[in-house]
């Protein structure tokens, strides 16, 4: 399917998406970017695209979102797409739905090798039941947050890389297994103005711990499951790699345990494996993933809140 698309933002998530869509860019829009070719989405002719990737700053999403749903555009924002006022999330899907648009926020890490290869893992049984669920993800991003003019504010690393974490478990295991709060554990600003560490966790049926931060100054990811008949591991993604997949089947009563490894050296596949996914989207006439924006925003919200009580 050929879709022609505009970029809204044209900054480094926009220049990204631009590399990646190639030739169906038909248009790009930023309001300081002297080489896009409109400064606002309005001066864009309807009728010359059919969708819109959106990268800009969070306040801008719902107001941009909402005008193009109305209009019947598709729309890819980056995440994490949250809440200004009460009720902005579902009047973009009630939007969506009526013009039968798709809305879909970006999160790339569901396209990683690995990242599908866990969950195939979990869906196959082979791991039995799921005790717990360990993820840090880090980057050495603070100096260039403290730069930015709208990013060094507020719960900080908690929406941007707590966002994807988060993601990711509703990826793996849907929303309905946590069935216990998500708690601060620490909230940190060691360097930057908006938190750059936090540890966030949940004692539910299935036990998790998120840590993230701005401080690591080599980019790293990693992810240890425990479960009754093994263990699975994932040690960064394929843009850091190597990435490593290591898979332990469990030995009764106790021994070494058979490990199955799997390691990649390659390209990160994410940013073009989820921009094809949003143009079948489009074609099928969606479904769109708000109600996992609305699941996601929830639990941000929160968290920001204690968070940012705590690190008062």
Request: net charge neutral; glycine share 10%.
């Amino acid at each position: 399917m050929t879709l022609r698309v505009i970029i809204i933002g044209m900054g480094v998530q926009g220049e990204k998406r631009k590399k990646v869509a190639g030739d169906e860019v038909v248009a790009t829009v930023d309001p300081v970017n002297p080489n896009a070719d409109y400064r606002e989405l309005g001066e864009v002719e309807l009728g010359s695209f059919d969708a819109a990737l959106a990268c800009v700053p969070d306040a801008a999403k719902p107001g941009l979102l909402l005008y193009l749903l109305q209009n019947g555009k598709h729309v890819l924002v980056e995440k994490p797409l949250i809440s200004l006022k009460v009720g902005d999330l579902q009047r973009l899907k009630e939007a969506a739905a009526r013009s039968g648009a798709v809305s879909y926020t970006a999160y790339n890490h569901r396209f990683e090798p690995h990242f599908m290869r866990m969950k195939a893992l979990f869906d196959s049984g082979a791991l039995g039941r799921v005790y717990t669920v360990r993820m840090f993800y880090g980057n050495g991003t603070a100096g260039l947050v403290r730069q930015s003019p709208w990013r060094d504010e507020g719960a900080g690393v908690l929406p941007d890389l707590g966002s994807h974490l988060l993601d990711t478990l509703l990826f793996w295991f849907g929303p309905g297994a946590f069935n216990a709060p998500f708690r601060i554990r620490l909230a940190n600003r060691f360097e930057n103005r908006s938190l750059d560490h936090v540890v966030i966790d949940c004692d539910g049926s299935i036990v998790v711990q998120l840590e993230m931060t701005l401080l690591m100054w080599r980019n790293h990811f990693t992810c240890d499951v425990l479960a009754k008949e093994g263990t699975a591991h994932i040690e960064s993604l394929c843009k850091w790699g190597p990435s490593l997949f290591r898979h332990r089947a469990r030995v009764r009563p106790s021994g070494q345990p058979p490990e199955r490894i799997e390691t990649l050296i390659q390209p990160d596949p994410t940013w073009a494996s989820e921009y094809e996914h949003f143009k079948a989207l489009c074609a099928a006439g969606g479904p769109g993933n708000i109600d996992n924006d609305i699941w996601i925003d929830g639990q941000l919200k929160a968290l920001s809140r204690e968070a940012l009580r705590g690190a008062a």
